[in-house]
């Protein structure tokens, strides 16, 4: 069975805090994506990337970075968590084609007070 | 206007009943995706279209491309289909990318 693993189903962190939320796809896929989904706006991209080291900002790029050292694992860094940034968190991956499917995780509910 | 936009917004039926959600979109797309959320967050991939039609089981999904719409019906709905039905498509521009619409709430009563 194909996979899309978040490391954390649900957060609460400080404001001010550095968090990390890793993703972890084992289907060899190129492309992997972060997302955030708020009540009436609905998924967001933050940043994606087709290759190790390799990312691209999304639409909503501020107050995050990214990191992908490895082609399975793709990580979403808050430098400074802010309350705004409270909200659920998808990760999801495809493969370089882009008539194929993309596969997401189960969601981080992300908490900052 | 959003480039993707889905209806109704909320959609509540009986249990037997059978259920149409609408996508609309503005740009030229490679593929259409309809997706499904449970409560808890999980999102998983139910179609990818990029003409025609498709069925798996009691799901059938349709687009017509010149039109620019996808429907997604459900027959003989269930409370498990209880769920957000969120459309996404992949603009032909844009390579990997998706736009999502703001899903569609599906409740359905026994």
């Known amino acids: 069975d194909v996979k899309v693993t978040q490391s954390s189903r649900y957060l609460v962190k400080r404001t001010g805090e550095k968090v990390f939320l890793e993703c972890v796809q084992d289907?060899?896929?190129?492309?992997m994506f972060w997302y955030r989904q708020d009540p009436g706006l609905g998924l967001r991209l933050i940043y994606f990337?087709?290759?190790?080291?390799?990312?691209e900002k999304g639409d909503i790029p501020e107050g995050y970075s990214v990191s992908r050292e490895k082609k399975e694992r793709f990580s979403l860094i808050l430098e400074s968590a802010s309350t705004n940034q409270t909200s659920m968190y998808l990760c999801a991956s495809s493969a370089l084609d882009s008539y194929t499917e993309a596969f997401f995780g189960q969601g981080t509910r992300l908490t900052v007070v | 206007k959003n480039e993707v936009e889905q209806s109704p917004q909320n959609l509540t039926a009986q249990e037997g009943e059978f259920i149409t959600i609408n996508c609309s979109y503005s740009v030229g797309i490679s593929a259409l995706h309809w997706l499904q959320q449970h409560p808890g967050g999980g999102i998983v991939s139910l179609f990818m279209?990029?003409?025609g039609k498709k069925k798996h089981g009691r799901l059938i999904a349709t687009i017509n491309i010149q039109e620019k719409h996808s429907s997604l019906h459900i027959t003989a709905s269930h409370p498990r289909d209880s769920a957000v039905y969120i459309c996404a498509v992949r603009d032909e521009t844009s390579g990997s990318r998706l736009t999502f619409g703001e899903g569609t709430q599906l409740t359905v009563n026994p």
């Open positions: 289907m060899d896929h190129e492309n």
């Open positions: 990337s087709y290759d190790v080291k390799m990312k």
């Open positions: 279209l990029s003409s």
